[in-house]
């Protein structure tokens, strides 16, 4: 299971940093990402973190501004987010994949309920 938190209210600007804690497997074994929802629209994936030597990848919606790590020790993995616009505005998923770079949700197995972050203007 994975349990996501940290979203909130942010001004244009602002910074969080989402937090996703797993149970019940083997967390050093996933490749874990963080995926995006906005309302009205797919979802897209904005960064992964694989197994093993953590190697960081991001898409077109995390590059730059965020930054992803994990804590093996606490099966947490974290997303960073800086200089966050309202265009960020979107319920954001962590999600666990077998895959070694996994980048599309169908690559992920095991998905947290989402937590939702706004940007206000």
């Known amino acids: 299971q994975l349990q996501a938190y940290g979203g909130g209210l942010v001004q244009t600007g602002g910074s969080l940093r989402l937090s996703c804690a797993a149970s019940?497997?083997?967390?050093?074994?996933?490749?874990m990402g963080w995926f995006r929802q906005a309302p009205g629209k797919g979802r897209k994936f904005v960064a992964g973190?694989?197994?093993?030597?953590?190697?960081?990848y991001y898409g077109d919606s995390g590059n730059e501004r965020f930054t992803i790590s994990r804590d093996n020790a606490k099966n947490t993995v974290y997303l960073q987010m800086n200089s966050l616009t309202p265009e960020d505005t979107a319920i954001y998923y962590c999600?666990?994949?077998?895959?070694?770079?996994?980048?599309?949700?169908?690559?992920?197995?095991?998905w947290g309920q989402g937590t939702l972050v706004t940007v206000s203007s």
């Open positions: 999600a666990a994949s077998t895959a070694y770079t996994a980048q599309y949700p169908n690559e992920y197995n095991v």
């Open positions: 019940g497997g083997t967390f050093s074994s996933y490749t």
């Open positions: 973190i694989t197994w093993g030597v953590g190697l960081t």
